[in-house]
């Protein structure tokens, strides 16, 4: 399942992370790389745990709390600390799988979903497109643009594309959902979408009661909790 939310970031918020990203220090990428993505990754940082990071990751939590497009899709169970990165002239993160299972200061987090939020207008610098190669959900290049965000599964290679002018400013999350299966997980997202359909036009529909029951029904079938 791929997720696109336009706008993910509000103005104020997108602003306030690309004014104190401007001129902060960031550090060589690899540190946080294991096996054979430390070969491959060229990018930098900010580094993790440092004060500015917390905070910034923390207010770009804080907001996803209350996204309904991103609940609903990923059904979060735990959602790891936002990594800021960087990529200038000639950086790039190769082709790669994420790892399984993350090791954060939170504790162990499953990696189901990875979700790229960019923070550069896609016209201040060439290259750096987000690529998407999966045999299920095909070849996908992703530039969108700033405080868009860009949801896929952490089974799928991908990469980051060689950015060969500008600034390539981005953020980056995991989140172990409360459904393991990702079919299952598009059924209640669908399901999801339907009863917000439903409810826009008869909160006291009993269309509406019959979708929210199969709902949380199938919920409490498939959860991990």
Known sequence: MLLRIDRL?????????????ATAEFVDGRITASGNARIVKNNTQLAPGSALADELGEAVLKHLRNVHDFVGA????????????????????????DSGVLQTRQGPIRSDIAMTIFLSPPESYEGGELQIEDIGLGNHRIKLAAGSAFAYPATSLHRVAPVTKGRRLACVLWIQSQIRDPGQRRILADLDAAANKLREHDPNSQELKLVLASYHNLLRLWADT
């Open 74 to 97: 990923t059904l979060p169970q735990r959602v790891s600390r936002p990594m800021f990165s960087a990529y200038t002239q000639g950086m790039e993160y190769g082709l790669h799988v």
């Open 9 to 21: 970031l509000p103005e104020d918020l997108l602003k306030e992370l690309q004014t104190r990203l």
